[in-house]
């Protein structure tokens, strides 16, 4: 099994949920992240409207799910395509080795707990 978390902009969330859930998984978790990478950081205006700075970091979001490795390839295409537009910032992806999965209500593990 291996654990996919995505980190995308905050405005291409609800096409990566529903790309990651066409392709497969069946569940994901999702968090709202502040960041730093390659993406240009916006500016903002001061509280009265006079002085602008730019931001110290970008609003993102990280999309997780642990799915089977025959699955893998597949969602990471779905991602890729549905986050993409093209510009520095459209996000990562990050593959890592499950070792076990234990469902704390049905007391299933590894693939059947998913």
């Not at 459209?90 to 704390?104: L, P």
């Amino acid at each position: 099994m291996k654990r996919l978390e995505t980190i995308v902009r905050s405005d291409k969330l609800p096409d990566v949920v529903n790309a990651i859930r066409s392709a497969g998984a069946k569940g994901v978790t999702v968090t709202n992240i502040k960041g730093q990478g390659s993406a240009e950081r916006p500016m903002i205006r001061s509280g009265r409207g006079t002085a602008q700075f730019r931001a110290e970091y970008n609003d993102m979001d990280s999309v997780m799910t642990v799915v089977d490795d025959s699955e893998v390839s597949e969602i990471i295409s779905a991602i890729t395509q549905s986050a993409y537009t093209g510009k520095n910032g459209d996000g990562i992806v990050i593959v890592t080795d499950v070792v076990q999965v234990v469902n704390i209500a049905s007391q299933k593990t590894d693939s059947s707990a998913l």
